[in-house]
């Protein structure tokens, strides 16, 4: 069983920046692809960004909302995956939760992949 906590959400202005992190247990946290996703009000869940080891590269990966303004990294030795948000917009204000997928299904952008959820932080983004 994987628990994971979000921390990191807030209030800022747009054109600001937030960093969003997500802290894992387990052992074999390395191994895990990492996803975000988000949940704007009224809206369906959408992928963000994830993180995968393939072989000895690691890859990422980033829907074309954010691609050039988001970045997703992690740190194994701390069971942690960040997200590094610059240029924020309005519409990027939603609920921000990390995923976690025992084993790449072929798919990171596709909630079904992902076998543990954490509870999400709030991110907003004022005009």
């Known amino acids: 069983q994987v628990q994971l906590v979000e921390s990191g959400g807030g209030l800022v202005q747009a054109g600001g920046s937030l960093r969003v992190s997500c802290a894992a247990s387990?052992?074999?946290?390395?191994?895990?692809?990492m996803g975000w996703f988000r949940q704007a009000p009224g809206k369906e869940r959408e992928f963000v960004a994830a993180i995968r080891r393939s072989w000895t590269e690691i890859r990422t990966y980033y829907a074309d909302s954010v691609k050039g303004r988001f970045t997703i990294s992690r740190d194994n030795a701390k069971n942690t995956v960040y997200l590094e948000m610059n240029s924020l917009k309005p519409e990027d204000t939603a609920v921000y939760s990390c995923?976690?997928?025992?084993?790449?299904?072929?798919?990171?952008?596709?909630?079904?992949?992902?076998?543990?959820w954490g509870q999400g932080t709030q991110v907003t983004v004022s005009s």
């Open positions: 387990g052992r074999t946290f390395s191994t895990y692809t």
């Open positions: 995923a976690a997928a025992a084993s790449y299904r072929g798919s990171y952008s596709d909630g079904l992949s992902y076998d543990y």
